[in-house]
């Protein structure tokens, strides 16, 4: 059994060695970093799963963006402990991340993954979006939270910084 709640402050360290655990150190050179270097996640949206004891078993974040002036919430990092992966916490962590995102009116979500994946919740390859180097454009995924809020919608991905 697992409780999914807000990432609260006494959490960070905690998930911060998940995401080293799951993706390295090394993790700070990824380009998607460069989206959030100096910024802060947007506290609604960044959940925890924990088991009966309080062990972190899973964390997501999201990051304000744009794309030519049009708001954009950037996934990731995503990470289950390898403990517990394929219990389907990190399925959890999406979709309730999402229909959190929906009702705090956020329009469309971007990401860096494998569509094959990440498919099953909605998303989608998107074209004419520019990451920093060197991301693989058929890794830049998307998913619409109001029907057709990706339209015309192309560009460079920047950093934005809104209010908690």
């Known amino acids: 059994m697992f409780e999914l709640h807000k990432e609260k402050t006494e959490d960070y360290w905690d998930v911060e060695a998940l995401f080293d655990l799951c993706f390295t ?9 460069r989206l959030r270097e100096g910024q802060s996640p947007i506290d609604e949206l960044c959940l925890v799963a924990k088991n009966e004891e309080g062990f972190l078993a899973g964390a997501i974040r999201y990051w304000p ?3 030519e002036k049009n708001k954009v919430l950037f996934l990731g990092p995503i990470a289950v402990h ?3 992966q394929g219990e389907g916490i990190g399925a959890a962590l999406i979709k309730i991340s999402l229909k959190r995102a929906r009702e705090l009116n956020w329009k469309r979500v971007l990401m860096v993954g494998d569509e094959v994946y990440y498919r099953r919740f ?3 390859m998107i074209k004419g979006i520019i990451f920093p180097p060197p991301t693989n ?6 998913i619409e939270l109001e029907e057709f809020s990706w ?3 192309q560009g460079k991905v920047l950093p934005i910084k809104i209010d908690n």
Do not use: D, K, V
């Open 82 to 84: 390898p403990t517990y």
């Open 122 to 124: 909605g998303f989608r």
């Open 65 to 67: 963006s744009e794309i």
């Open 137 to 142: 454009p058929n890794r830049i995924l998307g």
């Open 151 to 153: 339209q015309g919608i």
């Open 25 to 33: 150190p090394g993790r700070f050179a990824l380009s998607s970093y």
